[in-house]
């Protein structure tokens, strides 16, 4: 089992900034892909970005250029900066990850609102 414990978050107005925290405990495996997706009112939860236990990353292409994702394997710790925010970056943002054993295991944080006011 793993748990998903996500902080930061919170309101901002446009062009602002806010960084993004997550902490992975229990059964984390060394291979693993860690992300942050989002999911605004009324629609369905989109990908934002996914990185890799060796880096590699992907982004979606309306968070390009302006959101990076890092990770630090020691703390089992992703992060999410996201800078130059715009009124519909405004979603609750949750972390996920996708652990590979001999299955592959998908695990949710609670999500963390990020409100970007115009």
């Known amino acids: 089992q793993v748990q998903l414990v996500e902080s930061g978050g919170g309101l901002v107005q446009a062009g602002g900034s806010l960084g993004l925290s997550c902490a992975a405990s229990g059964s984390i495996f060394s291979g693993n892909i860690m992300g942050w997706y989002r999911q605004a009112p009324g629609n369905q939860r989109e990908l934002v970005a996914t990185?890799?236990?060796?880096?590699?990353?992907n982004y979606a292409d309306s968070v390009k250029g302006r959101f990076t994702i890092s990770r630090d394997n020691a703390k089992n710790t992703v992060y999410l900066q996201m800078n130059s925010l715009k009124p519909e970056d405004t979603a609750v943002y949750y972390c996920?990850?996708?652990?590979?054993?001999?299955?592959?295991?998908?695990?949710w944080g609670q999500g963390t609102q990020v409100t970007v006011s115009s």
């Open positions: 990185i890799t236990t060796g880096g590699s990353t």
């Open positions: 996920n990850a996708k652990i590979f054993t001999s299955i592959m295991r998908q695990y």
